[in-house]
């Protein structure tokens, strides 16, 4: 496709081309969307117009794909900072819910205290419960018992079966009849939001973060010693460099990112924990990771991208009624052609 | 505890732990010619929900069980095309495989939600009139939990005691030599990833058709990520992998029936045990040691993240 264009306009510089073709093969996951959409006897072309019409059409629209960026950036961030170092962190998921609980906690046991202390310790305590529910496994991943991979993966389901078991048990709001969530935050816990819209704070924190990311990968001692590792482990710790301390710590570091965005989502929008907290936004933000090659300004963007999708992903339950799951299809496709794009250019070259 | 309550745990840790060891079986076999599929869950969901629709539709538990098989086989191949043709990082393209998994049973299924089907009939011989109920609940079991430790001793057989299984595991140690030895190593592992998927879409078909008789979306539940944990803990054998599955399944069972007799524990608690027992398990006993794990699967592990 970079061909293509370079036939037509002349010749392009290399960044150029390189987003020429991933859009080309991005693309191509739509088509293969598409067909599946045809075989299930929907209209691809209506499902797309409605989408990018009800995300990026109108500035509601905008406001509300804005709301969906904000955990799947943290997600993915928690994803990007492991895997600088070659560690594979599926477990945002799971992350995200220990943080909201945290943070939940903080919230429903000192209501009263002002919001510019109540709002920063609900941020801290997310991060804490993300990082212990991360440290684990880097622990277990550092001492060689096993692979970050499954204990993240299994981590997930056993944290969301603890927030069910907290808000059907102890912290079951009494006021909201059948639904198991715990009773409303005080406004003092709550994130401030931009205008009327629901865009949360943590979006600022989101973007703060990636940028904080991007510096120390940079121009920090700890961001050569990452790189280093990542680049070959071995030599790494022939240099003297505790990759140990770095498997727990950039694990913790990464689940902390996570439980930011569990806290965020329960103080930003729903001011309650529930156990919708979450609707996979650790899974996507692993891909938006992946689609970024953990490099933290691309995150931004590809978690936009993918903040459409599951966006689009609800605008197709209500419009075509296409059941919200059917959206893993899309991601999923995307994934594996930017893997597969990414393969091909490593054996070109 | 009396007898009652152990054979009520021993019925149901049969029951639930039959698809886990179908499921683990599969990946034991793809493990072994080096490809760590972590999409498992994602071909169970395929397996469960064209089963499902399948059998509903032709009203015959037999066709579905063949069709869901054949379909997840078919599935697992999309993943054979990335990672042994494409080279893409495994475990990234295993939790696509997952995801588009996922996704398309949730698009099949969405028409069944809520229906039930005859499934899978259970065995009943005459002679389990004559034994008392509770011992005659232990054997009255479908087809495929039946058929799984047969199973497991065939793809034993098939991995250590046949030519094929020695080609299969001499390139999930090392693909390179392999190749050099006279092997078509992509054959092999095209081979593994399709029987790979064919079990665990009978795991799927024995979850949807044997064990619940419903279609739920995302019905699995992990039990796909659970077996990738119990293939550690089977060190990579088709055998112990037994132990492990009815491991799964005493846990889910232990935590039924401490619900049925009105334990004070919060049944989401309860829901934990699967997990927690298989989690220690594996640390307990998986501990990777020299010559057990397939050396091909080194890279996957260490070379990950870029």
């Known amino acids: 496709m970079a061909a293509v264009v370079a036939r037509l306009v002349g010749p392009l510089p290399a960044p150029a081309r390189a987003a020429i073709s991933w859009a080309g093969w991005v693309g191509l996951a739509f088509v293969l969307f598409a067909v599946v959409l045809v075989v299930a006897g929907k209209d691809p072309l209506l499902a797309y117009a409605s989408i990018l019409g009800n995300t990026l059409g109108t500035a509601y629209g905008l406001s509300e794909t804005l709301v969906k960026m904000t955990p799947l950036l943290l997600t993915a961030l928690a994803v990007a900072v492991p895997a600088r170092v070659g560690l594979v962190n599926v477990g945002g998921e799971g992350q995200l819910f220990v943080g909201g609980l945290a943070a939940s906690f903080v919230a429903l046991t000192v209501p009263d205290l002002p919001a510019l202390l109540l709002v920063p310790s609900m941020a801290v305590a997310g991060f804490a419960g993300g990082a212990v529910w991360g440290a684990v496994c880097g622990y277990l991943r550092a001492r060689g018992w096993l692979n970050e991979v499954f204990s993240t993966l299994l981590l997930n389901y056993l944290a969301v079966l603890v927030v069910q078991m907290i808000v059907y048990g102890p912290w079951r709001d009494a006021e909201s009849a059948n639904y198991p969530q715990s009773p409303q935050f005080a406004t003092s816990a709550w994130l401030p939001t931009l205008g009327n819209t629901r865009v949360h704070l943590g979006l600022a924190i989101g973007i703060v973060a990636a940028v904080a990311f991007f510096l120390v990968l940079q121009r920090t001692r700890w961001g050569l010693e990452m790189r280093a590792i990542g680049g070959n482990s071995e030599a790494a710790r022939r240099c003297g460099i505790p990759i140990a301390t770095y498997t727990v710590l950039l694990l913790a570091v990464g689940g902390g990112l996570a439980g930011v965005a569990g806290m965020a989502e329960a103080s930003g929008l729903h001011h309650r924990l529930s156990p919708g907290l979450s609707s996979g936004y650790g899974f996507v933000g692993f891909l938006a990771s992946w689609l970024a090659g953990h490099r933290p300004l691309l995150i931004v963007p590809m978690a936009f991208l993918l903040a459409v999708l599951a966006a689009g992903g609800d605008i197709l339950q209500i419009t075509q009624s296409i059941p919200y799951a059917v959206v893993n299809v899309l991601m999923a496709l995307i994934l594996f052609v930017v893997l597969a794009a990414r393969a091909a250019g490593r054996t070109a070259r | ?306």
Not at chain 2, 51 to 70: C, D, H, N, R, Y
Not at chain 2, 130 to 158: E, F, G, K, T
Not at chain 2, 219 to 240: C, D, E, K, N
């Open chain 2, 1 to 306: 505890m009396n007898e009652a309550i152990v054979l009520g745990i021993l019925a149901i840790t049969i029951a639930s732990g039959a698809s886990v060891l179908y499921a683990t079986l599969g990946e034991v076999i793809g493990e072994r010619a080096g490809i760590v599929n972590l999409g498992v869950e994602g071909s169970m969901l395929v397996g469960a929900s064209v089963s499902f629709a399948v059998a509903g539709t032709t009203e015959s538990a037999a066709v579905g069980v063949l069709a869901g098989a054949l379909a997840a086989g078919a599935f697992n191949l999309v993943l054979a095309v990335f990672v042994v043709s494409r080279r893409t990082d495994q475990l990234a393209s295993g939790l696509a495989l997952w995801l588009l998994g996922f996704g398309l049973s949730t698009l099949l299924g969405s028409r069944f939600v809520g229906h039930r089907v005859g499934g899978l009939a259970e065995v009943d011989l005459p002679f389990f009139d004559a034994l008392p109920s509770s011992y005659a609940q232990v054997l009255r079991q479908d087809v495929l939990a039946y058929l799984m430790v047969p199973a497991a001793v065939v793809i034993w057989w098939m991995l250590f005691r046949t030519s094929w299984g020695l080609r299969l595991r001499a390139v999930g140690e090392d693909r390179t030599t392999a190749y050099a030895a006279g092997l078509h190593p992509a054959r092999v592992q095209y081979q593994a990833l399709f029987i790979a998927g064919v079990l665990s879409g009978i795991a799927g078909a024995q979850l949807s058709l044997g064990y619940t008789k419903t279609w739920q979306e995302g019905m699995t539940t992990g039990r796909g990520f659970l077996a990738v944990a119990i293939v550690i803990f089977s060190l990579w054998h088709p055998l112990r992998a037994i132990a492990g599955a009815f491991l799964f399944g005493a846990a889910v069972a232990l935590g039924l029936q401490l619900q049925a007799l009105g334990a004070p524990v919060s049944p989401f608690a309860l829901d934990m045990l699967p997990y927690l027992i298989t989690l220690a398990v594996v640390l307990v006993w998986g501990r990777p040691r020299a010559f057990t794990v397939p050396m091909g699967l080194r890279e996957v592990f260490e070379g990950t993240g870029r």
